[in-house]
Every structure is written in structure tokens, then in C-alpha cells.
């Protein structure tokens, strides 16, 4: 059987809208070029040079303006909270506690879970300096990771630009978001192809992923 390639470029209109939506020049992006790779492609790439058993897996779950951080992460204890949302604010025995007036949202049983066994910490009020209000700069801080100046690649860009290798960082999205730009090198994203299985194994492992957790209550 072939090995798939791994292609050099990522598509124009991926680009254009990336470099539009973050304000990153050219320059920053094309360093050391994006990749666009299908499911075979990442495959066969984890096939060719599996992962240590021991390294650390970072996923970062972005969530555009989706989330309400004060109905996830609830203070329910302080007044100031209750009178800022009389008819949507939990009460504290409603919450899943998890101290300092704090409480998970009821719905978050398996989140409450990772929590009572030390693998879940929640950093809690972050911000950044004289904040303009403004959700498109927020995000374009968050992504680039620099609050007082201006920058042209982000903070997971950077770190890959030590051991470039677009498939280390890989985006589940067409679109290469700001995050991933290096300012030699960049990730990966992965196309909108429709997933077929590989046989065996790995398809298994694949599959499981997408089984409910008996831990997790109903919404």
C-alpha cells in the first residue's frame, strides 16, 4: 500500500480568511507553510511515527462567544451575581460545589467528576489589562497570547516553530486559526471529508470516542 503524502500549502481561501480574520501578514504564515491533510493522511502519519505512550497530549477546545462562563463555572454564593440575573441565576444548592463560593453547572456531572480526582483545575477571571471590551480582540490576545503589543504568530505557532512539524499541532477545522501560526513554521488543519473508519484497532479506539459517558446526565 502507498503512503499518503503529506501536501506544503494550505488552500487560498483558507489563507485569505485566516490572514483577514486574525490580521497576521503574509510573512508569519507562509514560513514555513500550512497543511491541509485528510483523515487517511493523518492516519497513515500516526501509523509512521506513533506517539510515546508517555507524552502529553494538549487539546484546546475554543469556544467562540458559545459559552456563558458565569452558567459553567457558577459563583453562586455572591449576591452581586443573584441580582445581576434574578430569573437565571442557580442558587448555591444547586450547583455542583467545588468551593470558594464556586459551583459547577448541574449538567456538568462528569466535569464535577475529573474534579474530585485532582485531573480537572479551573483558572478562573481571566483577563488582560485595560480590556477594550471588544470579543474580536480578546480572541486575536487569547490566540496570539500577546495583551500589549501587537504579534504575528501564536503562542502554539511558537512553540512548534522548535521542533517544526505540522502534524504536531493539528486544527480540527479547514480553517488554520491564528493559534497555530509560527513565525517559521505552522500546524495543520484537517479538511471536511467524511470519515471512514479504518478497520481494526484504531477504528474501534475512533468509534469509542463518540460513546456517552454513563457519568453524564441528560441536559
Known sequence: MTTPTLPTTV???TRRRF?????????????GGAATLSWPQ????AQRTPLDPQAGVLVVVTLYGGNDGLNTVVPAADPAYAAARPDLAYRPDEVLDVGTGLGLNPGLKGLKSLWDDKSLA???GVGYP???RSHFASMAIWQCGSPGTPATSGWLGRWLDLAPDPVKALA?????????????TA????????LALPR???????AGLALPSPSDAAW
Open 130 to 132: 485595560q480590556p477594550d
Open 11 to 13: 488552500h487560498t481561501t
Open 200 to 206: 481494526g484497532a484504531a477504528g474501534r479506539t475512533v
Open 172 to 184: 480540527l477545522d479547514p480553517v488554520l486559526p491564528p493559534l497555530l501560526a509560527g513565525t517559521r
Open 42 to 45: 493523518l492516519f497513515a502519519a
Open 122 to 124: 479551573i483558572v478562573h
Open 19 to 31: 490572514l483577514t480574520w486574525s490580521g497576521v501578514t503574509a510573512g508569519a504564515l507562509v514560513a
Open 187 to 194: 500546524g495543520s488543519t484537517l479538511g471536511r471529508t467524511r
